[in-house]
């Protein structure tokens, strides 16, 4: 099982950034797929973003597209998350994920192995 360890929460005005990182170790990382999730107080884990295989095909969820850019450097063994434009709906712990399995990357379990968390808060 991989190991994740997220760094880089913070506090934030609204229309900020922050740069989220998730650095892994256990096992080889290039072709791993690799996710970002989110959850809010009272809320369930929601699914952010995520890099998917060697190519690194990207998808996020509709409401940070356009805002957030996840990115990985494989020499790193590290994947990023670029947040732009943040509004305090942004505020969550957030999560990396790795170890797909069979079934849709938007749910979290499909995913096995997570990072501890760092809270991002964005003040209005």
């Known amino acids: 099982q991989v190991q994740l360890v997220e760094s880089g929460g913070g506090l934030v005005q609204a229309g900020g950034s922050l740069r989220l990182s998730c650095a892994a170790s256990g096992r080889a990382f290039s072709s791993s797929a690799m996710g970002w999730f989110r959850q809010a107080p009272g809320k369930e884990r929601e699914f952010v973003a995520a890099s998917i295989g060697i190519g690194g095909s990207t998808y996020y969820t509709d409401s940070v597209k356009g805002r957030f850019t996840i990115s990985r450097d494989n020499v790193k063994n590290t994947v990023y998350l670029q947040m732009n434009s943040l509004k305090p709906e942004d505020t969550a712990v957030y999560y990396c994920?790795?170890?797909?399995?069979?079934?849709?990357?938007?749910?979290?379990?499909?995913?096995?192995?997570w990072g501890q968390g760092t809270q991002v808060t964005v003040s209005s």
């Open positions: 994920a790795a170890d797909l399995s069979g079934g849709p990357l938007q749910r979290s379990s499909t995913w096995s192995s």
